[in-house]
């Protein structure tokens, strides 16, 4: 049952690091959805893609924030020079369709920034 | 900007009862509603879904009600079960509010045996 998977799972970095966050999305689905978790608060959206394109990136802070899903590969999440905020779950969820309600979760990298 | 609120952050209910799980919303363009569940170290799952045309939807134990004209949901689980045990996620989008789910901050429900 290869669900979302993504990895790693817990990722500690320095600040100024580079962080990379990797989804692979269930097989077949070709949308995928990032989010952020910071804590307590609820998930919010962050970016969403369709193989090799950006749909919708209006949840992505600015600067230091990037996604991508390429043709082959799993969709990666890379936040630059990392800092204490950025300490939170990200979650990436996948979708056949790009129906909001079909969209299955992964179960998160846990990103911690000393 | 809290689209969407969930105000307890934890509930307990002894195992049997009725858990009811409260959500609002504020955003009038809003016609989808969901429910997720989430375990510890897992992502959301799916629980039950209403969309604005209804304003009651059931699946087993589950059952969702909206009411419009107060931009309030709710879940209720009936009976209440131990493995009911998580944090619940109520999640809101619309047809005219772009690519992405609205969710609020989480009701962590704990059932007692």
């Known amino acids: 049952n290869a669900g979302v998977m993504q990895n790693p799972r817990h990722l500690v970095r320095r600040r100024g690091q580079e962080a990379r966050l990797r989804c692979s999305p269930v097989k077949g689905h070709s949308h995928v959805y990032w989010y952020r978790q910071l804590p307590e608060e609820g998930l919010k959206f962050m970016v969403y893609l369709q193989k090799e394109n950006i749909i919708d990136e209006s949840g992505m802070p600015k600067e230091r924030f990037s996604a991508e899903f390429p043709k082959e590969g799993p969709s990666i999440l890379r936040i630059q020079q990392v800092v204490r905020g950025d300490s939170a779950a990200y979650f990436c969820a996948s979708s056949l369709t790009g129906l909001l309600n079909e969209q299955f979760f992964g179960p998160g990298t846990r990103l911690t920034v000393l | 900007d809290q689209q969407v609120k969930q105000n307890s952050p934890s509930l307990s209910v002894q195992e049997g009862r009725i858990s009811i799980l409260n959500c609002d919303y504020t955003?009038?363009?809003?016609?989808?509603f969901l429910w997720y569940k989430k375990y510890p170290a897992e992502g959301p799952t799916f629980l039950i879904s209403i969309s604005s045309i209804k304003d009651k939807n059931e699946d087993g134990r589950f059952t969702v009600f909206l009411n419009k004209s107060a931009k309030h949901l709710s879940l209720h689980i009936v009976p209440s079960q131990p493995g009911d045990s998580a944090v619940y996620f109520c999640?809101?989008?619309?047809?005219?509010?772009?690519?992405?789910?609205?969710f609020g901050t989480g009701t962590s429900l704990t059932v007692i045996p």
């Open positions: 955003n009038s363009m809003f016609d989808y």
């Open positions: 999640a809101a989008s619309g047809t005219k509010t772009g690519n992405q789910f609205y």
